[in-house]
């Protein structure tokens, strides 16, 4: 059935309570298995011409009222801070958003721990300091869906003015929906409450709307901080966009290091990511791996971690315990509920092998667009950099950091990672940096209604 389908079995219209026809149809459709797609990032050179652009793009962009159709591609765009105000967004409502969106992805290195080989001089063109303006994404669910996309997506840039194609990238996965590095991914997101969906197996509740669409109530009962106007605000979203460069060779070269036959290493990087490459969670499946389990959207996400509080299991140091704690017992009190986040993330490059080593990771040619939207985006992407990825103190751990995005370099751990056991605890050394920072900006994702108030200039209306 796949994720999409489940989604679509578990939808209600009846239960609708959003403004679906005026939300970008990307914020709550997931992508198809398999999928293929591609990136684009623009630069707006001339205010008249970006606004006649975006006025243009915006009529071949699908509301979320139609995202349970049998759609053959869509697409989605967001805007930089730079951007808007090269389109030429009056300075009193530029003000109104916050103030990490302002200073935009790069300036916040420090806050978000992009340093080393991570820090953004050593990012690509297209995302150095104020260059992304605009940025695209097109889902397809075949090569002839995306193409049509693109096509109607170059025609409306090559009958406009004042905006340049500064970069493309492609993507796509095979319907098992593996990361670089070979593991299931895209399970567990949450269920927005007013969509229509039922929550998915294993949530008790769904998270307020207001915790990803602006305007909505949040989990607080009231509604975050929305840019001003109305118009341009509400029905919003913000994205947070990092392209990373994956050291798949190094990766499958350090279970190697670790463990001498094939099936060890599999267990060691199940232990790593949280879960086994079908997608089976260790709590559910702790010996060996269950693709039947991994392949079931009703199951493969239905667990908690209240039976597992030592973490023998399902390590609480692993990638997907710490970027999802559930119900586990932190050291740091955090609300989990308001730090959820609606994953758009696209794969590229080969699919994995255990035959790649680190002399092929010299191609950096595979890798993880890491995109995610939430109503507090920017909060919530510089809380996990810095406490759930490149720190270990909420789960007792003191500096260790995730052993697959954590930034190693220079890491006093030495690369540690923490898998409990008994009678005593196992801790392997070493790990380092397999996933390179090569880009990323903080961007706003506005309503349908908010791209057409933009295009006409609608503040001088």
């Given at each position: 059935?796949?994720?999409?389908?489940?989604?679509?079995r578990?939808?209600?219209?009846?239960?609708?309570?959003l403004?679906?026809?005026?939300?970008?149809?990307?914020?709550?459709?997931?992508?198809?298995?398999?999928?293929?797609?591609?990136?684009?990032?623009?630069?707006?050179?001339?205010?008249?011409?970006?606004?006649?652009?975006?006025?243009?793009?915006?009529?071949?962009?699908?509301?979320?009222?139609?995202?349970?159709?049998d759609?053959?591609?869509?697409?989605?765009?967001?805007?930089?801070y730079?951007?808007?105000?090269?389109?030429g967004?009056?300075?009193?409502?530029?003000?109104?958003?916050?103030?990490?969106?302002?200073?935009?992805?790069?300036?916040?290195?420090?806050?978000?721990?992009?340093?080393?080989?991570?820090?953004?001089?050593?990012?690509?063109?297209?995302?150095a300091?104020?260059?992304?303006?605009?940025?695209?994404?097109?889902?397809?669910?075949?090569?002839?869906?995306?193409?049509?996309?693109?096509?109607?997506?170059?025609?409306?840039?090559?009958?406009s003015s004042?905006?340049?194609?500064?970069?493309?990238?492609?993507?796509?996965?095979?319907?098992?929906?593996?990361?670089?590095?070979?593991?299931?991914?895209?399970?567990?997101?949450?269920?927005?409450?007013?969509?229509?969906?039922?929550?998915?197996?294993?949530?008790?509740?769904?998270?307020?709307?207001?915790?990803?669409?602006?305007?909505?109530?949040?989990?607080?009962?009231?509604?975050?901080?929305v840019?001003?106007?109305?118009?341009?605000?509400?029905?919003?979203?913000?994205?947070?966009?990092?392209?990373?460069?994956?050291?798949?060779?190094?990766?499958?070269?350090?279970?190697?290091?670790?463990?001498?036959?094939?099936?060890?290493q599999?267990?060691?990087?199940?232990?790593?990511?949280?879960?086994?490459?079908?997608?089976?969670?260790?709590?559910l499946?702790?010996?060996?791996?269950?693709?039947?389990?991994?392949?079931?959207p009703?199951?493969?996400?239905?667990?908690?971690?209240?039976?597992?509080?030592?973490?023998?299991?399902?390590?609480?140091?692993?990638?997907?315990r710490?970027?999802?704690?559930?119900?586990?017992?932190?050291?740091?009190?955090?609300?989990?509920?308001?730090?959820?986040?609606?994953?758009?993330?696209?794969?590229?490059?080969p699919?994995?092998?255990?035959?790649?080593?680190?002399?092929?990771?010299?191609?950096?040619?595979?890798?993880?667009?890491?995109?995610?939207?939430?109503?507090?985006?920017?909060?919530?992407?510089?809380?996990?950099?810095?406490?759930?990825?490149?720190?270990?103190?909420?789960?007792?751990?003191?500096?260790?950091?995730?052993?697959?995005?954590?930034?190693?370099?220079?890491?006093?751990?030495?690369?540690?990672?923490?898998?409990?056991?008994?009678?005593?605890?196992?801790?392997?050394?070493?790990?380092?940096?397999?996933?390179?920072?090569?880009?990323?900006?903080?961007?706003?994702?506005?309503?349908?209604?908010?791209?057409?108030?933009?295009?006409?200039?609608?503040?001088?209306?």
């Open positions: 059935m796949g994720i999409l389908g489940d989604l679509k578990r939808f209600r219209r009846e239960d609708v309570s403004d679906l026809d005026d939300i970008q149809g990307l914020i709550l459709r997931s992508r198809p298995e398999p999928y293929v797609g591609a990136h684009a990032v623009l630069q707006v050179t001339e205010a008249e011409g970006g606004r006649d652009f975006i006025a243009k793009l915006a009529g071949f962009i699908h509301s979320a009222q139609d995202w349970t159709d759609l053959k591609a869509w697409t989605g765009v967001a805007i930089s730079d951007g808007l105000k090269a389109l967004v009056p300075e009193d409502y530029l003000k109104s958003f916050p103030l990490p969106f302002q200073q935009g992805m790069a300036a916040r290195a420090a806050q978000l721990v992009d340093n080393g080989p991570n820090a953004p001089e050593h990012w690509d063109d297209a995302f300091p104020g260059n992304c303006h605009i940025a695209l994404t097109i889902y397809a669910e075949d090569e002839d869906g995306l193409d049509e996309a693109l096509s109607t997506a170059m025609d409306v840039l090559d009958r004042g905006v340049t194609l500064i970069g493309t990238h492609q993507f796509g996965v095979t319907k098992e929906n593996k990361n670089p590095f070979g593991f299931r991914d895209n399970i567990s997101q949450p269920t927005i409450a007013g969509s229509g969906v039922s929550p998915q197996p294993g949530q008790e509740r769904s998270i307020a709307a207001g915790e990803f669409i602006l305007g909505e109530d949040s989990e607080t009962g009231a509604p975050l901080g840019p001003e106007p109305a118009e341009l605000g509400r029905n919003g979203t913000y994205v947070v966009l990092r392209k990373f460069i994956s050291h798949v060779g190094a990766f499958n070269d350090y279970l190697a290091s670790q463990e001498s036959d094939s099936e060890a599999h267990k060691l990087g199940a232990k790593m990511f949280g879960r086994w490459r079908s997608g089976a969670p260790l709590v499946a702790p010996d060996q791996d269950d693709e039947a389990l991994g392949d079931d009703s199951r493969n996400n239905n667990f908690s971690f209240k039976d597992d509080p030592k973490g023998l299991m399902c390590p609480h140091s692993s990638h997907m710490r970027l999802n704690p559930r119900d586990s017992q932190l050291t740091i009190m955090t609300d989990v509920n308001i730090k959820r986040i609606i994953r758009r993330s696209s794969t590229f490059g699919g994995w092998s255990p035959q790649v080593t680190a002399a092929d990771d010299a191609k950096e040619d595979r890798g993880i667009y890491f995109i995610f939207m939430s109503a507090r985006a920017f909060d919530t992407i510089e809380f996990m950099q810095q406490e759930w990825i490149n720190g270990g103190n909420f789960v007792d751990l003191g500096s260790e950091r995730d052993p697959i995005v954590g930034n190693h370099h220079g890491d006093e751990t030495d690369g540690q990672f923490t898998m409990p056991a008994e009678p005593a605890r196992k801790r392997i050394n070493g790990i380092t940096t397999f996933n390179r920072m090569s880009g990323g900006e903080y961007l706003f994702a506005p309503s349908l209604s908010a791209l057409k108030w933009l295009g006409n200039q609608g503040w001088s209306r």
